[in-house]
């Protein structure tokens, strides 16, 4: 015979929305996801799936190439704000 008390961890219904807090797009970085994907936000927003697939694969073959860039000059690549300490992630800003 199972237990019938339940306990509510989230109520929906009286959550309170929070808005985010977000720098106006030309004063972030480029590679920021706003500011970088905000081409494809629009095309999607004006059903226009064709400029959004375009803007999508420009930016995805831009980061094939810096990456490809990258290891050619036998640069590597590191997280700015997280550690890479085995599988894990840590946020750097944390300790």
Do not use: C
Not at 39 to 51: P, S, W, Y
Not at 65 to 75: D, I, K, L, P, Y
Not at 80 to 94: E, G, Q, T, W
Request: no cysteine.
């Amino acid at each position: 015979m199972q237990a019938s008390n339940k306990n509510v961890l989230f109520d929906v219904n009286t959550a309170q929305i929070h808005p985010k807090i977000v720098s106006p797009e030309a004063e972030q970085e480029p590679n920021e996801s706003r500011r970088l994907w905000s081409k494809v936000t629009t095309a999607i927003r004006e059903r226009d799936m064709e400029g959004a697939t375009n803007e999508k694969t420009r930016i995805e073959d831009n980061q094939r190439n810096e990456t490809r860039a990258r290891e050619q000059e036998g640069v590597e690549w590191k997280p700015r704000y997280f550690d890479i300490v085995n599988d894990d992630f840590p946020f750097k800003l944390a300790k």
